[in-house]
């Protein structure tokens, strides 16, 4: 871990506000990217929508502390799920009594196909799917979610606290229970 | 690679997890194997479909943020406001040229500056504090460490190694009425635990039964619908039955309420005392892994294995706990009728006799591998003289097996140092038989 590279507190002293500027032109700029799919994936563990977009903004802000203080991260998504997993988590344990957040998706479901028919065939199509997702165990449904997003198996470990091959178990087993649904 | 590849390495090589080596032997064998190119091929139909799922149903049938994104950099200004920025100090100059030659001198490991050494001590915290923040994976529990997978059970349930139910002083039953009548009576409450039992509520959902204010009351917090539906179904024709079933009330806690006790650590805290507290012990389950590995035949037997023994803990556990809750709610019986007392240990027994099947399987396939990893053990059944008792020894020893099964197996990160797992995992399997015997012994009398 390289954290302030020999010297960098010389240079870092001498063009502190560049440096600052350029670190938060960075990290907004990932902000923007990621956001939305920080937000959807609180979203699936049930936080209530203000307060998911409550958290993305703590996340990335997290982030920026994190870089700013010279952690050494080697794939920004990566970290930023893993907290966002925690702090999302955490946000649900201090507010144990209240209901999760599950929207009735269903109803929601637009088909973009013009053919009536198969548009009302492709949203029966996914809300099976969407129900088969739904039944999932809670930790396949972190992994699958999780590996939905881009993040490798060992980083979906750390942010769940598992082994890579417990992750791969994990996805085997829900792959294989989604693939029972789309051949039925 | 002669023989087809298992399913979970197929995964694992069109998600790109394999290691080169590895890899081309897939890639190999797919290329001459029609049959295991299909299954690839099936494979990324479903994996398209998680992609379609999460573009139509994720990214648009989930609502949009409430508000306007906050504007970041105001907030990064905050930030470094709040961070004490450094005063023109002419030491500081010093301080820092000296530092630019030391390391131009080669020492500079010596003399790595405050910063460097702060965020490389805050790595090796952050590790040890991802290595004991797992009990944040399982959202239906309040401090999981476990990473097996259990049916949904009330919010007592933990998967830490000790699971603590509040403690029943062991006050005699509560007096059992003959026939029913218009207040319920211990028979009711025993007919309602039968009709759940019938229908496997008793096995996860978050369902209470209590006796109060002259009715059995069945409460459910949190409830899938499509299973409350089933659930008042069967109660419908009981009589003296209150069914309370509610979704959790919205009740925030204020902002700045302080985290539970246990609750991990914010990420960007600093770095507790014990921090460099090693989170491994020397026996560290990798190595084991790669024992069963040899052992076994390589990585998917092992894979096959863990798959097989996290569902023998599902059903184990969740029997496991219906069994407890039934000791604990009755820790006696000797002033019930024959017929309540019968209705107990009958559902008793059921939970025992479905025990059996997993802890069967464990026998028969996890005891020649752990005995192949040099296990050696010789425990035996705890002192328990009534069958609550003994349930109780049965809960601790299928948890043992839980426990210490995903640690060996790599299915939960390693907390603390066992001085031999295979061993403790043997005896926590034999402690387990003979607890079960014990307990049907004592559940005959």
Not at chain 2, 100 to 114: I, K, M, N, R
Request: proline letters at 8%; aromatic letters at 6%; hydrophobic letters at 40%.
């Amino acid at each position: 871990m390289p954290g302030f590279p020999i010297g960098d507190e010389l240079v870092g002293f001498l063009r502190p506000d560049r440096h600052v500027s350029e670190l938060q032109d960075r990290v907004a700029k990932f902000f923007e990217e990621s956001r939305d799919d920080v937000y959807r994936y609180l979203l699936t563990l049930g936080l209530h929508p203000p307060r998911a977009q409550e958290a993305v903004q703590e996340v990335f802000l997290r982030l920026y502390t994190a870089l700013k203080k010279g952690e050494d991260i080697q794939s920004l998504r990566g970290w930023v799920f893993r907290v966002a997993h925690n702090h999302g988590l955490r946000l649900r344990e201090r507010q144990a009594s209240e209901s999760p957040f599950g929207p009735a998706l269903e109803m929601r479901l637009a088909s973009k196909a013009d053919d009536p028919e198969r548009a009302l065939l492709e949203r029966e199509r996914m809300a099976q799917f969407h129900r088969a997702v739904e039944g999932l165990s809670e930790q396949q449904k972190r992994c699958l979610f999780l590996r939905m997003e881009g993040l490798r198996y060992p980083e979906i470990g750390a942010a769940l606290g598992i082994s890579a091959s417990a992750v791969g178990e994990f996805l085997r087993r829900a792959i294989l229970r989604l693939k029972k649904v789309r051949d039925e | 690679m002669s023989n087809h590849p298992e399913q979970s390495l197929l995964l694992r090589y069109i998600d790109g997890e394999l290691p080169g080596r590895k890899s081309r032997a897939v890639q190999r064998h797919l290329e001459a194997c029609w049959e295991c190119r299909t299954e690839v091929e099936e494979l990324q139909k479903t994996v398209a479909e998680c992609v379609r799922y999460r573009k139509q149903i994720l990214a648009e049938a989930f609502p949009a943020p409430p508000r306007e994104w906050r504007d970041i950099y105001r907030e990064f200004d905050r930030i470094d406001a709040q961070t004490p920025r450094r005063a023109f100090i002419p030491w500081r100059w010093g301080l820092a040229v000296a530092t630019a030659a030391l390391a131009v001198a080669g020492v500079a490991p010596y003399a790595a500056p405050y910063a460097a050494r702060y965020a490389a001590k805050y790595a090796a915290y952050h590790k040890v504090h991802e290595a004991a923040s797992v009990n944040i994976g399982d959202t239906n529990s309040a401090a999981s460490s476990k990473i097996t997978e259990p049916p949904v059970r009330s919010s007592t349930e933990s998967g830490a190694v000790s699971v603590e139910v509040p403690p029943r002083s062991a006050v005699p039953s509560r007096p059992a009425a003959i026939v029913p009548g218009p207040t319920a009576s211990i028979s009711d409450e025993l007919l309602v635990m039968s009709v759940l039992h019938g229908i496997e509520a008793d096995l996860g959902d978050p369902v209470q039964v209590s006796l109060s204010d002259g009715r059995v009351q069945v409460s459910g917090v949190g409830v899938a619908p499509e299973r409350k539906r089933k659930i008042l179904a069967a109660l419908e024709p009981l009589p003296n039955v209150a069914r309370n079933f509610s979704d959790p009330p919205l009740m925030p806690l204020p902002k700045d309420a302080p985290l539970p006790k246990d609750a991990p650590l914010p990420s960007d805290a600093p770095p507790p005392n014990n921090a460099a507290q090693p989170a491994v012990a020397s026996s560290a389950p990798g190595a084991y892994q790669s024992r069963l590995e040899a052992q076994l035949g390589g990585r998917g037997p092992v894979d096959r294995l863990t798959a097989q023994v996290l569902n023998w803990n599902e059903s184990a556990m969740a029997h496991a706990y219906a069994l407890r809750l039934l000791a604990q709610k009755f820790p006696a019986d000797d002033s019930m009728n024959e017929q309540d007392r019968a209705t107990l240990r009958g559902l008793a027994r059921d939970h025992l006799v479905a025990l059996a099947a997993p802890l069967a399987d464990f026998e028969r396939v996890l005891v020649p591998v752990l005995t192949g990893l040099g296990a050696a053990s010789s425990r035996t059944a705890g002192a328990a003289d009534t069958w609550q008792g003994a349930a109780e020894q049965v809960f601790q020893a299928s948890r043992r097996i839980e426990v210490l099964s995903s640690l060996l197996l790599g299915v939960t990160p390693a907390r603390g140092g066992y001085a031999d797992l295979p061993s403790e995992l043997l005896g926590a399997v034999n402690e387990l038989r003979a607890d079960l015997d014990q307990n049907q012994r004592l559940l005959g009398r």
